[in-house]
């Protein structure tokens, strides 16, 4: 070989024996794994995508499970009780909290003005059954749908609630607004009035009164289902002097009273009693209580009585022989019972009643009359006459002599109008002198009446001058057996 060629000889053994020094190089380094490989044309490996959503589903359902586990023993987030929140609470837990808010319950008025007043339960003496429901509540919840509970909500309280009704009701009388209601209300009685048969009252407009019994209805159930106060303002608390229950309720009644009408029938008259009388009998008083004037109720009833009160009055009666007299005296006739009348009507009006009546009386008439209340059956026995007349319906049933009182001693029958009292048969009449048997007995006046008289042999005349009867009208069986079958009491007796 020439030079030339071991040069090149040289060169290439050179070259031969660095590259196979290279490739040994290549032969002894570590393999590129397939990750690198991967990493180094930007691939991520399906591999680890598995293993980092298996350890993330392995860690949610560890999660989910802890929460259905814990909210088995828990009320979930954002859960109320009776308007208590009982989030993440124990059943024990819930309970207690509960019975320590209700022992240490209070109920917050707030006013326009943002005064705030408040009533503590235990100034109404406010107490609870026992709280027995929370672990039903807790069984009534799905602990597995925790995740989903974002919602609020809150859950009954199965727990009743009392207290003292006379409590709370003079609690509120004590508050501020009630203080100054009774300061606005001074004098506003003075503004009612009475025009066109009806009562109203004069409002300027201001309404800044808070009524009493308003408040009470408006917060007794409130108190009962636990709330914790309310806007006076929403709640529509304030009112104007004619919008205020309490003088709405002193109109109606006034309105109620002043609506009765009472017609009073005296025979064929009528008298009428109504709101234009009835109006002037009314007041209201400072504590707004609506009165009526009972002793000018009585006043009116006085009045009635003395133009219709017949009883023991002077009456002209016809006799049977045509003449008219005056007769005087007596029990017979229409007598008002003034105390029970006044009452009566008294009652009438706070009823607010339209009605028909005769007035409450003592003693009654057969009839009504302007000047005679005697009707066509009754009695007529003329002392100088010494008769007697039996009429019925009109008709004369018996006429006959009679014996009344001895005037020679002082026993003259009495003159007048009276009424049989009762009728009875085989009767014995005593005096301090005397004993007498008699088959049939009709008093009209005490002890004095009618009745037969067997042991007299005549009768008329004048032997009632002398010989008369203590004061009864004597007369024959027959008369005295025939008045007695139709007769009956109340019939007039006249003696004149």
């Known amino acids: 070989m020439g030079e030339n060629d071991k040069e090149i000889t040289e060169n290439g053994e050179a070259l031969e024996g660095e590259t196979e020094e290279k490739a040994q190089e290549e032969v002894t380094a570590e393999p590129e794994s397939a990750e690198t490989a991967e990493k180094k044309h930007g691939v991520i490996p399906w591999k680890k995508i598995l293993i980092s959503s298996c350890i993330a589903a392995a860690v949610l359902a560890a999660a989910y499970l802890g929460g259905a586990a814990y909210y088995k023993s828990h009320f979930f987030f954002n859960t109320g009780i009776g308007g208590v929140d009982c989030s993440n609470l124990t059943a024990d837990a819930a309970k207690e909290k509960l019975e320590n808010e209700i022992n240490n319950y209070t109920f917050t008025f707030y006013e326009k003005n943002g005064e705030e007043e408040v009533i503590k339960g235990e100034e109404i003496h406010l107490t609870h059954s026992p709280i027995e429901n929370m672990e039903e509540l807790l069984l009534k919840q799905n602990p597995f749908a925790w995740v989903t509970a974002s919602k609020s909500r809150d859950l009954p309280l199965n727990v009743e609630i009392s207290y003292s009704n006379d409590a709370l009701y003079n609690r509120i009388t004590q508050m501020k607004f009630s203080e100054r ?85 005296c025979g064929a008259e009528n008298i009428v009693l109504d709101k234009d009388t009835i109006n002037k009998w009314l007041s209201v008083g400072g504590d707004y209580s609506v009165k009526v004037d009972e002793n000018k109720v009585r006043e009116y009833v006085d009045n009635l009585a003395k133009k219709y009160n017949t009883y023991g009055a002077a009456r002209k009666f016809k006799t049977t022989g045509g003449e008219t007299i005056t007769v005087s005296g007596g029990s017979y006739g229409w007598l008002v019972n003034n105390q029970k009348e006044t009452s009566e009507l008294c009652n009438i009006i706070r009823n607010g009643e339209t009605v028909e009546r005769e007035p ?53 029958t009495p003159t007048g109008t009276y009424s049989i009292a009762y009728k009875d048969k085989n009767v014995t009449l005593k005096g301090e002198d005397y004993e007498t048997p008699v088959s049939f007995w009709m008093p009209f006046n005490g002890g004095i009446g009618l009745h037969d008289a067997t042991w007299r042999g005549s009768f008329g005349g004048g032997i009632y001058k002398s010989n008369g009867s203590h004061g009864c009208v004597n007369m024959p069986y027959n008369a005295a057996q025939t008045i007695y079958g139709s007769i009956s009491p109340g019939v007039p007796v006249v003696v004149y």
């Open 181 to 265: 209601t009774r300061k606005n209300m001074e004098g506003s009685v003075d503004n009612i009035y009475y025009e066109n048969g009806v009562y109203g009252v004069h409002d300027d407009g201001t309404k800044d009164i808070v009524s009493v019994n308003d408040m009470y209805k408006k917060v007794k159930p409130k108190i009962k289902d636990l709330y914790r106060g309310m806007s006076m303002e929403k709640e529509d608390c304030y009112k104007g002097l004619a919008d205020d229950d309490m003088m709405k309720g002193v109109l109606n009644l006034l309105n109620k009273y002043v609506s009765s009408k009472v017609t009073y029938k």
């Open 360 to 412: 409450a009386y003592s003693r009654t008439a057969a009839t009504h009359g302007p000047n005679n209340d005697l009707p066509n059956t009754y009695v007529e026995i003329s002392i100088g006459g010494q008769h007697l007349w039996y009429y019925k319906d009109g008709s004369l049933v018996v006429s006959t002599d009679v014996v009344t009182g001895n005037t020679s001693k002082g026993n003259g």
